[in-house]
T-cell receptor, first 113, second 109 residues
Framework: DAEITQSPRHKITETGRQVTLACHQT?????MFWYRQDLGHGLRLIHY???????NKGEVSDGYSVSRSNTEDLPLTLESAASSQTSVYFC????????????FGAGTRLSVL | EDQVTQSPEALRLQEGESSSLNCSYT??????LFWYRQDPGKGPEFLFT???AGEEKEKERLKATLTKKESFLHITAPKPEDSATYLC??????????FGKGTTLSVSS
């Protein structure tokens, strides 16, 4: 079955370190999204991509970057991790923007100490 | 400002006690209103999309409805396995989804 997988599921890192979270989908969806979920804020968009070589900033993009070299993967990089980036991160993908039904991965819980 | 507001934040029901969750939105260029279910430690799971006022969709004990300003998720005769956080999201002009903060539903037997 097609799916979307995130790795690692849990990560502990130190402030200042570079961290990359992986997202891989096998649906051949063009659109991919990264969100963070925090208590009291709900899901907030970090970055998104509409296809290979396309990336766009979302609502809370400062301190994060993404790159899209193929259809299946959209890795999220924290350039220099900060304690404020402790959160649960979700990746999602959608087939088309007209309906934009997004399917989510299981999430990565990141702790920055 | 575009936003989605869900109420109540938390809801406790007895098994079989029907109720409704509310999602109000102020979003320009709305292209669809989504409902997701999220279980602890998991990603959101897609339930419904509604595209126009008056539209209704059903799945088992859940029914979603849409007006020009609100959407409701009606839960009929809930069971303990319906316990989860329910998220509402608005699709703005086919780009990002704007999520509400969710309603956490607890159903006790």
């Amino acid at each position: 079955d097609a799916e979307i997988t995130q790795s690692p599921r849990h990560k502990i890192t130190e402030t200042g370190r570079q961290v990359t979270l992986a997202c891989h989908q096998t649906w051949n969806h063009n659109n991919m999204f990264w969100y963070r979920q925090d208590l009291g804020h709900g899901l907030r968009l970090i970055h998104y991509s509409y296809g290979v070589q396309d990336t766009n900033k979302g609502e809370v993009s400062d301190g994060y970057s993404v790159s899209r070299s193929n259809t299946e993967d959209l890795p999220l990089t924290l350039e220099s991790a900060a304690s404020s980036q402790t959160s649960v991160y979700f990746c999602a993908s959608s087939l088309d923007l007209a309906k934009n039904i997004q399917y989510f991965g299981a999430g990565t819980r990141l702790s920055v100490l | 400002e575009d936003q989605v507001t869900q109420s109540p934040e938390a809801l406790r029901l007895q098994e079989g006690e029907s109720s409704s969750l509310n999602c109000s939105y102020t979003v320009s260029g709305l292209r669809g209103l989504f409902w997701y279910r999220q279980d602890p430690g998991k990603g959101p799971e897609f339930l419904f999309t509604l595209y126009s006022a008056g539209e209704e969709k059903e799945k088992e004990r859940l029914k979603a409805t849409l007006t020009k300003k609100e959407s409701f998720l009606h839960i009929t005769a809930p069971k303990p396995e319906d316990s989860a956080t329910y998220l509402c999201a608005a699709n703005q002009a086919g780009t990002a989804l704007i999520f509400g903060k969710g309603t956490t539903l607890s159903v006790s037997s």
